[in-house]
């Protein structure tokens, strides 16, 4: 990289002043971008820069140069103060019609994704212009209005990877606050990258509960690009969504022990079902925190599986009792007729005859209970029934899968210890042999030695 030093100030070895270097700006169109881009730059001698590029705003080519050079990545000097954190500068830059569309040619970033990583909110408001106010007229594809404002806000890098994926995975102080203006501007909260990766997934696998929560809300009322009208289809999809390898935002989050990002798709009600989902190894979010032995996460999801299980089996038991409460009704009726009849024929023979046609029908409907368990007769069920009948399948799977692994670490144990028992016994007896070994040549010995 060329020194930016204009060498007027032959006693300073650091950076020049800002009347020089703006000088110098006229001259060389890489000296505004080395300005921006140089380590330990100073925002002021931008500032300069800028302001003698206005000063001579009647000579277009010399700030269109400026603003259009690039280093051997591609980045412009606007890509540059965004990314330092410099919303004046980008304004300005801006004014002068730089282009934030532009895409660094070895990841595609543009301006706004080097904003959103580090979290530099007033940045993106420039870019970005909305309610909040932008920087005049932007140049590029991505001018002041809504349509240049939505292109721009879900441009891709070379990844797929969207602003707003960045932004879910900065650890900047005014991150969240950054994930919400994306939103507001428009951002597509489900939009996938190219190994399926959605925001979401960024977020919880970072450990950003905040910026989860931020999406969620912004689904629930109805936001992003997928049409929802605030009925919670959109969260439905914002939580069901994996990746090419089948993992979801929950899988993600237990994997990397997130405790309060798995608190919080677990409070979510439409991340229930995603607690049982499988990935492409067939491992759910319980395997992937019991793979990386994350203690929280495990016994936060153990609890939680424990209970919708058994809410489960008692909403499918709800539902195939719908027969059995129709028998009891028919058993009840059955009864009062004999009794009605044990009335005109005799009461206790009628008693004793409705009672026993009730019981038979109870009985019958019982092993038609237990049949549809077996997978019998299912052609009799309603979409209902066969839903809550799966239901109840699914969680003895769950739960003989749970069991295999405890009986396989319960094994494991057993035969550590029996391994650990068998070696102090080995131990014992060759201790026990060392000791006798000596006092071979005493009467009850072995002949030969001092015997003979």
Do not use: Y
């Not at 003698?52 to 000579?59: E, N, P, T």
Request: hydrophobic share 40%; with cysteine; glycine share 14%.
């Amino acid at each position: 990289m060329p020194s930016s030093s204009s060498g007027d100030d032959p006693g300073s070895a650091g950076a020049p002043p800002p009347l020089a270097a703006a000088t110098i700006a006229l001259r060389d169109p890489h000296e505004l971008l080395l300005a921006c881009s140089a380590p330990g730059a100073d925002p002021g001698i931008v500032d300069a820069l800028l302001q003698q590029l206005v000063s001579f705003a009647d000579d277009g080519a010399a700030a269109a140069a400026a603003l259009a050079a690039t280093d051997a990545s591609g980045l412009t000097a606007l890509a540059a103060a965004a990314r330092a954190g410099w919303p004046q500068a980008v304004r300005r830059m801006l004014q002068l019609g730089a282009n934030p569309a532009a895409r660094l040619v070895s990841s595609g970033n543009t301006a706004a994704h080097l904003a959103a990583l580090g979290g530099h909110l007033a940045v993106l408001r420039e870019l970005l212009p909305g309610q909040h106010g932008g920087g005049g007229s932007s140049g590029g594809d991505a001018s002041g209005d809504a349509g240049g404002c939505d292109a721009l806000v879900n441009r891709c890098n070379n990844n797929g990877d969207t602003p707003l994926m960045f932004a879910c995975s900065s650890p900047g102080s005014q991150a969240v606050a950054c994930v919400a203006l994306l939103l507001n501007r428009g951002a597509d909260p489900h939009a996938p990258n190219r190994d399926g990766l959605t925001a979401a997934m960024v977020a919880a696998g970072h450990g950003r509960p905040l910026a989860l929560a931020a999406l969620v809300r912004c689904c629930q009322k109805g936001g992003g690009e997928d049409g929802s009208n605030g009925n919670g289809s959109g969260v439905d999809r914002l939580l069901g969504a994996r990746d090419t390898h089948g993992n979801g935002p929950l899988a993600f989050a237990s994997r990397s022990g997130h405790t309060e990002c798995v608190q919080l798709l677990l409070e979510t009600t439409t991340a229930v079902p995603h607690v049982f989902g499988r990935n492409a190894a067939g491992r759910t979010p319980l395997d992937e925190a019991r793979k990386e032995r994350n203690k929280q996460v495990i016994r936060l999801l153990e609890q939680h599986v424990a209970k919708e299980q058994c809410a489960a089996e008692r909403r499918a038991i709800e539902l195939l009792g719908e027969d059995m409460q129709g028998s009891a009704a028919k058993q009840r009726r059955m009864q009062q007729q004999g009794q009605q009849q044990g009335q005109q024929q005799g009461q206790q023979q009628g008693q004793q005859q409705g009672q026993q046609q009730g019981q038979q029908l109870g009985q019958q409907d019982s092993e038609r209970v237990v049949e549809h368990v077996l997978g019998l007769g299912l052609d009799d069920l309603s979409a209902s029934q066969l839903e809550a009948l799966e239901t109840i399948h699914r969680s003895a799977l769950a739960r003989i899968s749970d069991a295999r692994v405890r009986l396989a670490a319960a094994r494991a144990e057993a035969s550590a210890a029996e391994r650990a028992r068998l070696r102090d016994e080995i131990a014992a007896v060759a201790a026990a042999m060392g000791r006798g070994g000596g006092t071979s040549s005493g009467p009850g010995g072995p002949p030969g030695g001092d015997n003979v």
